[in-house]
Nanobody, 119 residues
């Protein structure tokens, strides 16, 4: 059974930094991507950053130059968040998309970790 466990959220002042981690376990299929999404109160969940199987990365425009996504060889994905702003406040969710065969994919989600940035 695939499990994603996030850690590293918390309260930080504007301009500060946090590092989120997400450890994936139980993966037996090919990892197409691992990434971070966030959902602020009253808003839809949005993609923050993703790292694809060939280690290419994509970021939403609002975090470019401030956030860095990385992944180690043990299926842990990280999100280094610098120069945090109050508008970064959200619940951050880890996601992995697996290739489960015959062209099908399946998404898995962590339970989320809260990041609060005070002004």
């Amino acid at each position: 059974q695939v499990q994603l466990v996030e850690s590293g959220g918390g309260l930080v002042q504007a301009g500060g930094s946090l590092r989120l981690s997400c450890a994936a376990s139980g993966i037996i299929f090919r990892i197409n991507s691992m990434g971070w999404y966030r959902q602020a109160p009253g808003k839809q969940r949005e993609l923050v950053a993703v790292i694809i199987s060939d280690y290419r990365t994509n970021y939403t425009d609002s975090v470019k130059g401030r956030f860095t996504i990385s992944r180690d060889t043990k299926n842990t994905v990280y999100l280094q968040m610098n120069s945090l702003r109050p508008e970064d406040t959200a619940v951050y969710y880890c996601n992995t998309q697996l290739g489960v065969g015959l062209g099908s994919v399946r998404d898995y989600w962590g339970k989320g970790t809260l990041v609060t940035v005070s002004s």
